[in-house]
């Protein structure tokens, strides 16, 4: 990651550190039916049925506002509006832009709820006797902080100018330690995973071997028929978002209403048929870095976001590490694209006779322009549209230009090559582990579910 930022980030993107805070503590996990078949006939039963509502219910106390803005006091603790407020800011700090105004109060809602989680996380962990110190939390911070060349106090300032703070951040981070040690000590110890299950997951790929793979991410908005409008033009924006460059890891945390939605989304490798049958059709259309547009659904909608495939037990070229040279050139501020493409025409030409890498440096001169090098990148990596020109280009051979005219045109130039191997099945022990952490994951979320559940929370 570190060298893909250097070779293709003009300048340091503070999403880094959000996605860091969040790294290593969250696994891929598969969505669980969100309904069950339809009951007809004499077994048909209405949802609400046992709690016996009166149709016409009269009303009684003051109404609640249609939008609250509140705090809470989760078993005793309170969450303040800073806090909302500095988490919120952080959010859109990691997404690269401001909030929109209209999203602004669901999100400021669902910002609560998740504050609310984190500290039934904490609080649990303390109540099992597990201690998260300032020392743990300032080590993540300090590798927050290196992510994007800062130290912990430019960082802090950089948040607090912004609107958020590095007191935010700390609890995050705790929230995040403390609910995987306490995963670790409750739940990891009751997890079995049998010798026979590791086989048939290994026997079973092998089997398998060739068939194509998805690494699929989603957003599901649950809809019923009195709001479908509704939701489905929120997808809409969350998709004109998207497709602004926001984060679909960000945005599923904050809007699926799938279990996945804690894990941002993903639910791992998968191929269609182990999809529901509206989404395999898609996705099987899909390539890598595609998205789709809003899917109906059983309970919804569903946002698709395809961010790799492969092919199971078979070597991929696109798995290569690569040394790489990058030249850029930048422009004067306002230069229009008319004006710039007798010199984009030249630079084309001179790097398709680059000459090896030997010459990149000859190029950038030529061109005012600048060089930097770079190993052990992985072509898996590379934006989407790069791996695709890259896979088949030797050694010594330049892309076509790429970028834009505000942060620079580029090319990168291939000084090595390291293929890829991944043809054989993962080991029992990388298989054992992969089987333990889903099903820690979703015991994690029967346990929050049951924390929540018995929660004293007063919202004010």
Do not use: H
């Amino acid at each position: 990651m570190a060298a893909r930022s250097k070779l293709l980030s003009g300048k340091a993107r503070f999403a880094l550190a959000a996605a860091a805070i969040t790294a290593g503590t969250v696994a891929a996990a598969q969505t669980a039916p969100r309904t069950s078949a339809p009951q007809t006939g004499a077994t048909a039963r209405n949802s609400v049925s046992a709690l016996r509502l009166p149709e016409n219910p009269q009303l009684f106390g003051a109404g609640i506002p249609s939008v609250v803005k509140a705090s809470a006091i989760v078993n005793g603790e309170v969450i303040t509006q800073t806090d909302i407020d500095q988490r919120l800011a952080l959010l859109a700090i990691s997404q690269g832009s401001p909030i929109p105004a209209e999203e602004l109060e669901r999100l400021r809602v669902q910002v609560l709820r998740n504050l609310i989680d984190e500290t039934l996380q904490i609080q649990a962990a303390k109540a099992a006797e597990i201690d998260v110190t300032a020392a743990d939390i300032d080590k993540t911070v300090a590798r927050v902080a290196g992510n994007v060349k800062q130290t912990p106090e430019q960082m802090g300032a950089y948040l607090k100018a912004n609107g958020s703070s590095l007191r935010s951040i700390r609890r995050q981070i705790e929230g995040e330690i403390a609910w995987q040690r306490l995963q670790r000590a409750k739940i990891e110890s009751q997890i079995s995973v049998g010798d026979e299950e590791v086989k048939a997951v290994i026997d079973r790929m092998n089997a398998d071997k060739g068939t194509q793979e998805y690494r699929v991410g989603e957003i599901f908005l649950a809809a019923s028929p009195a709001n479908q409008q509704e939701v489905l033009a929120n997808a809409g924006k969350i998709i004109a978002a998207l497709q602004g460059g926001g984060s679909f890891v960000g945005y599923a945390r904050q809007f699926s209403e799938a279990s996945t939605a804690a894990v941002g989304g993903d639910l791992g490798w998968v191929r269609p048929q182990q999809l529901p049958e509206q989404l395999a059709a898609v996705v099987a259309q899909m390539g890598p870095g595609q998205l789709s547009q809003p899917i109906k659904v059983p309970g919804g909608y569903s946002i698709i976001a395809v961010q790799d495939t492969r092919k199971v037990l078979t070597a991929d070229p696109r798995n290569a590490e690569l040394s790489l040279k990058q030249v850029s050139i930048n422009f004067p501020k306002g230069t229009s694209r008319a004006q710039a493409e007798p010199i984009l025409a030249r630079f084309a030409s001179a790097a398709q006779n680059v000459g090896g890498c030997g010459g990149a440096d000859k190029l950038a001169a030529d061109f005012r322009g600048e060089v930097v090098s770079s190993d052990q990148v992985k072509l898996r990596e590379l934006p989407p549209a790069l791996q695709q020109m890259m896979v088949p280009m030797q050694v010594g051979q330049a892309t076509r230009p790429f970028g834009s005219l505000d942060e620079g045109v580029r090319v990168l130039v291939i000084c090595g090559r390291d293929e890829g191997n991944d043809a054989s099945a993962p080991s029992e022990d990388q298989v054992f582990a992969q089987l333990t952490e889903e099903r820690v994951n979703m015991r994690a979320r029967r346990y929050l579910r049951d924390l929540r559940r018995d929660a004293i929370i007063d919202f004010r």
